[in-house]
């Protein structure tokens, strides 16, 4: 599976964007999927993970109220729309996917570890 990540730009504090990640490739099969971002000098962290059916979703505590993960799998493409940004969102914006079917998120998810695809990142800028 080949993710391409986009939607990344710059916008102001209080702005929206909507990320698209979309497969290509063995996307036949069930998967999971999740976003994760790294800011300069940090770790790669968590910010929304999706089970294969849509209806389980997952955020971290810093996005939860203001992200919203989704999936067209007809379409092979997972959103994460993102409004009220803040400065602190702003990082390299990456999206993953591993072969899963299963109904209900993980805690295992919530880490890069659990991932095997990954796509090449987007940059969000939110200026103040």
């Known amino acids: 599976v080949q993710l391409q990540a986009s939607g990344g730009g710059l916008v102001q504090a209080g702005g929206s964007l909507r990320l698209s990640c979309a497969a290509s490739?063995?996307?036949?099969?069930?998967?999971?999927s999740a976003w994760f971002r790294q800011a300069p000098g940090q770790e790669r962290e968590f910010v929304a993970a999706?089970?294969?059916?849509?209806?389980?979703?997952n955020y971290a505590d810093s996005v939860k109220g203001r992200f919203t993960i989704s999936r067209d799998n007809a379409r092979s493409t997972v959103y994460l729309q993102m409004n009220s940004l803040k400065p602190e969102d702003t990082a390299v914006y990456f999206c993953?996917?591993?072969?899963?079917?299963?109904?209900?998120?993980?805690?295992?998810?919530?880490?890069?570890?659990?991932?095997?695809?990954w796509g090449q990142g987007t940059q969000v800028t939110v200026s103040s």
């Open positions: 993953a996917a591993d072969h899963s079917s299963a109904r209900y998120i993980y805690t295992r998810w919530l880490t890069p570890d659990a991932y095997k695809f």
């Open positions: 490739g063995r996307t036949d099969s069930a998967y999971a």
């Open positions: 999706i089970t294969w059916s849509g209806f389980r979703t």
